[in-house]
């Protein structure tokens, strides 16, 4: 009898698991169509905003900005990371526009 009740309790724990990694995965793909929708929407503005000629710095990334300033664009890249959250690719681009 007992070994019947590890069965079910193993048979349990798999199939919890299992529910997990499917759930999270489905999340994982929310999440990521939502970032591509998200950046389609940031350049769009950005196209919109470049074509009225207005200017879109932000406030908080004076240091980028003196960064690239300078020269230093891989720090200004990192930098823009630690302000904003944004991977590698989204702040090379951001970065790339205000240069």
């Known amino acids: 009898m007992r070994r019947m009740d590890y069965g079910m309790l193993l048979l349990g724990v798999v199939a919890l698991v299992a529910v ?25 503005l950005d196209a919109i905003a470049g074509h009225l000629g207005v200017a879109t710095d932000e406030p908080e990334l004076a240091e980028v900005a003196e960064l690239l300033r300078q020269g ?7 930098a823009y990371r630690e302000r904003t959250g944004a991977d590698l690719k ?3 681009d951001a970065v790339e526009r205000l240069a």
Not at 29 to 40: E, I, S
Not at 72 to 78: C, D, M, S, V
Request: aromatic share 0%.
């Open 20 to 44: 997990v990694g499917l759930a999270s995965s489905a999340t994982d793909r929310r999440l990521a169509r939502v970032d591509r929708r998200l950046a389609r929407v940031e350049r769009k």
């Open 72 to 78: 230093k664009k891989i720090q200004a890249i990192k």
């Open 90 to 92: 989204e702040a090379r």
